[in-house]
């Protein structure tokens, strides 16, 4: 089975967003959808407004949109988009 990497961009609703509570919303979503979580990173977008890029772990059979549609569901996130999609090596 080969492992690929997935970073998807969830964009919040507002710069009000709790963005450590949509972090731990992400990882339950990724483990629920048998992914791996790898990390986060805050990307500052305009006027206060702020993505999480969450990277993930999954097997490449799964694809990339269960966790692009999941990811979307959470409270506070208005989208969510993937951005890399590549084969862990290795």
């Known amino acids: 089975m080969t492992k690929a990497i997935i970073t998807v ?3 919040t609703e ?4 709790d963005l450590a509570k949509v972090e731990e919303d992400a ?3 990724i483990e629920e959808n048998k ?3 790898g990390r986060s990173e ?6 206060g407004l702020k993505a999480l890029n969450v990277i993930l772990i999954a097997e ?3 694809g990339s949109e269960i966790f692009e549609n999941k990811l979307a569901e959470i409270k ?3 989208n969510a988009q993937v951005t890399d999609f ?4 290795g």
Request: proline residues 7%; charged residues 35%; without cysteine.
């Open 27 to 29: 990882k339950k979503v």
């Open 35 to 37: 992914g791996e979580f």
């Open 9 to 11: 961009k969830l964009m």
């Open 76 to 78: 506070g996130v208005s």
């Open 60 to 62: 490449e059979e799964l």
């Open 42 to 47: 805050i990307e500052p977008i305009a006027f």
């Open 86 to 89: 590549r084969r862990a090596l």
């Open 14 to 17: 507002s710069p009000e967003v």
